[in-house]
């Protein structure tokens, strides 16, 4: 049961990346959104991918690699269920953004980028997210959270 | 063009409210004070009461501190705006403002009258202590249009000035027009606008691009995120005026993936445009046409740097090439390019419209029109504000947001993000333009205003901005790449209470080298937090250096905790917290803190009842 389930989403995904590589063919500059298309089909970039976008580009598989390492938005190792992304912008800083890493890095007993036991959690930090008025502020996934105290972290983690 | 001009004119007659409106601030900052349980509330209470009132959303309004903000507004009545509302706040406020007919005053913050008579008791929008001094260009439809409609944009003036442009002005004239407004980049640097478009003009080519820099990366910074969220139709009218004047078909916008929403309105927008015919071929039936594509950034500070912003539009590891060639002359696939940033193209549609004499109007000799701040840190309240250029440091701190917070005593503002530098006390009634600001040692930057208070060490603050550089340094050039992992190290060892006096020397030396050789603005401008820091906090870095004290009480490594004895019941409430069992005294007794094991956590003073503990 399993294995046929986990073939058959093998299967999805690869024809998902398939159709985005249909999309980009001949596009110029298509490199980059290839890459993040790809990773939103994955949750990372496997290498197998990166080779197939190198060939399919007809590029070398070294510069696919290159652009993959350069941006912090890629990922070559599997991530977990949920991405927090904690605020370390200046704003954040001076009103305890490092208190608050501290505090869910020990809820969750993970260090940064790095990934719960059971997948539920990976935990990033992030320059600046923007949202300064409110800091310090974290996002999971695409949620943003805003005026933390390490005290509002357990009831905000229990929802995902 | 005759279709747009009665099509606005008859979105302005249908503007009018014939029912109650409300509305909820959803932008990025108001989503996440929590703005979607007002939202469930308020529909919650609709329901309930069977309420004819329409509930919309709209962008920022500025009052970050206020987050959620809601307005209400009653046909032929002042649109008013409440702050810091919570669902619970939710069934008192329909039942006063919308059943009874009577605004909160305790709880509005302030009032739009527009046509009507405003209300008693609420300020007025131009005469609030937080938006009298401001002078809203840019901004002006933030938080009181939906950024999503093409209607309310068009019913508000938008595509006046695209109108104005195609129907009767040649791009030499709108270059002209752009120039005597005198408007400078607002991206940082404040090179004339006008100036980079007739370069680009005249550069030799048939393909030519408009690009947008909304790589907005500043720590500290989030103009750019709430003006694209909050009105990007102004961002595409002014890069499409751009277009018309360089001779360009093609547009792109960078914008940092850190802001979905800003993307996600932006793709709407384009949609949107495209199919009215104001973007694309045969825009408002001329023969010009015009492209616009969105690229989402991947994560790199550098790409905020033009050439490096260019290269990673390719599809290539963001790296700055040197310049010249200028993009206005090799820029995008090697063809002529003009860049500028997303603040930047938002003013052009309002001078076309209105005149660079209009715009020139406003601001100092120099420095032309309004800038937009993000006003941040420790003030009281914290922000989205413009103002004229000109203004003081001070009033914008101490007028417009309040001073600072708990009343404490301000240390210095950090203006331009990793690339300015820290302003103290004696700054602070500089006026805010391009020049004050560098020759005081900061830049205009993009706007980031971070206040910093008593309680801010300015050592740790330089270690923080080039921790930030380091990590964001692309590595292609030597000074950039070894010098800021070097000045890293030493700012580290100063804060650890590890520094040497001469230690000073060498940073100040390293700083003058990077900042003369290295290849881009990144590494150009690093150094501006420690020279200026030097500059004005010199005593800070001896204190930690000679005294191994940190007198903002902030480095942890030189802080030292102690119990009170006279205050100390013996509770051992701290011994419990403290995790490094460094904590130690008999039932009832005062205790004591062996230093030797003491890791600095201060979770005993969280704890402690009595304030017995403390921090030097």
Known sequence: MMDSGSKNDANIKAKALAEVLKRYAGTKGALIPLLQEAQEIYGYLPREVMREIAMELKIPFSRVYGVATFYTQFHLKPRGRNIIRICQGTACHVRGGARLLEAISTALGIGKNETTADGRFTLETVACLGSCGLAPVMMINEETYGRLTPEKVPAILEKY | ?616
């Open chain 2, 1 to 616: 063009m005759q279709d747009l001009k009665e099509w606005r004119e008859t979105l302005q007659r249908h503007r009018r409210v014939d029912r109650p409106v409300i509305t909820v601030g959803m932008s990025t900052c108001g989503q996440a004070a929590g703005g979607d349980r007002v939202i469930a509330a308020l529909e919650e209470v609709r329901a309930r009461l069977g309420l004819q009132v329409d509930i919309r959303q709209t962008s920022c309004i500025g009052m970050c501190y206020a987050e959620p903000i809601v307005e209400i507004t009653l046909p032929g009545k002042p649109r008013v705006f409440y702050g810091d509302v919570t669902p619970e706040r939710v069934p008192g406020l329909i039942e006063k403002h919308l059943v009874q007919g009577e605004p909160v005053s305790e709880w509005a913050l302030i009032q739009v009258p527009g046509e009507a008579a405003p209300y008693e008791g609420i300020p007025v929008i131009t005469q609030s202590t937080y938006y009298g001094r401001q002078v809203r260009v840019v901004t002006s439809r933030l938080g009181l249009t939906d950024p999503e409609s093409l209607e309310e944009y068009v019913a508000t003036g938008g595509y006046e000035a695209l109108e104005k442009v195609l129907g009767q002005m040649t791009p030499e004239q709108v270059i002209e027009e752009i120039k005597i407004s005198g408007l400078r980049g607002r991206g940082g640097a404040g090179f004339p606008t006008g100036m980079k478009w007739s370069f680009t003009r005249q550069a030799p080519g048939d393909k030519k691009y408009v690009v947008c820099n909304a790589d907005e990366g500043d720590p500290g910074a989030f103009m750019d995120r709430s003006v694209l969220e909050g009105d990007p139709f102004s961002v595409i009218e002014g890069m499409t005026i751009a277009a018309y004047a360089i001779g360009a078909d093609e547009g792109y916008i960078y914008c940092r993936a850190e802001y979905p929403l800003a993307i996600k309105r932006l793709k709407m927008a384009i949609a949107a445009a495209e199919e009215k015919g104001l973007l694309g071929r045969n825009i408002l039936g001329t023969s010009f046409n015009f492209d616009l594509h969105i690229k989402a950034g991947a994560g790199a500070f550098v790409c905020g740097e033009e050439t490096a912003l260019l290269a990673s539009i390719e599809g290539k590891r963001g790296m700055p090439r040197v310049r010249p060639p200028f993009p206005a002359q090799q820029g995008l696939w090697g063809k002529p390019t003009n860049i500028n940033n997303v603040e930047t193209y938002a003013n052009v549609p309002f001078i076309i419209k209105n005149d660079g004499q209009w715009f020139a109007s406003m601001g100092t000799e120099k420095s032309k029109g309004t800038k937009v701040f993000c006003l941040t840190g420790k003030v009281k309240k914290t922000g989205l504000i413009e103002v004229p250029m000109g203004i003081t440091l001070r009033e914008i701190i101490f007028d417009i947001a309040g001073g600072i917070q708990d009343d404490r005593q301000f240390k210095a503002v950090q203006i331009g993000g990793p690339s300015g530098g820290c302003l103290p006390e004696d700054r602070l009634d500089l006026p805010v333009d391009y020049d004050s600001l560098n020759r005081a040692g900061a830049i205009m930057g993009s706007g980031g205003m971070v206040v910093m208070d008593e309680n801010t060490c300015m050592v740790d603050v330089a270690r923080f901005f080039l921790d930030f550089t380091q990590t964001e340094s692309c590595g292609k050039c030597t000074p950039c790449r070894e010098g800021t992992k070097r000045m890293l190290e030493i700012l580290t060892r100063i804060c650890e209470g590890k520094g040497k006096m001469e230690d000073l020397d060498t940073l100040e030396t390293l700083a003058r080298v990077v900042k003369n050789t290295a290849l881009c603005g990144l590494g150009q401008t690093c150094p501006n937090p420690i020279l200026s820091t030097l500059q004005y906090f010199r005593h800070e870095y001896e204190a930690h250096i000679k005294d191994k004290r940190c007198p903002a009480h902030s480095c942890q490594a030189l802080l030292i905790f102690t119990i009170d004895a006279e205050k100390c019941t013996g509770c051992g409430a701290c011994t419990r917290a403290c995790p490094a069992g460094a904590i130690s005294g008999e039932k009832k007794q005062p205790h004591q803190i062996d230093p030797a094991l003491c890791i600095k956590c201060g979770s005993c003073m969280e704890k402690c009842k009595y304030g017995a503990i403390s921090r030097l």
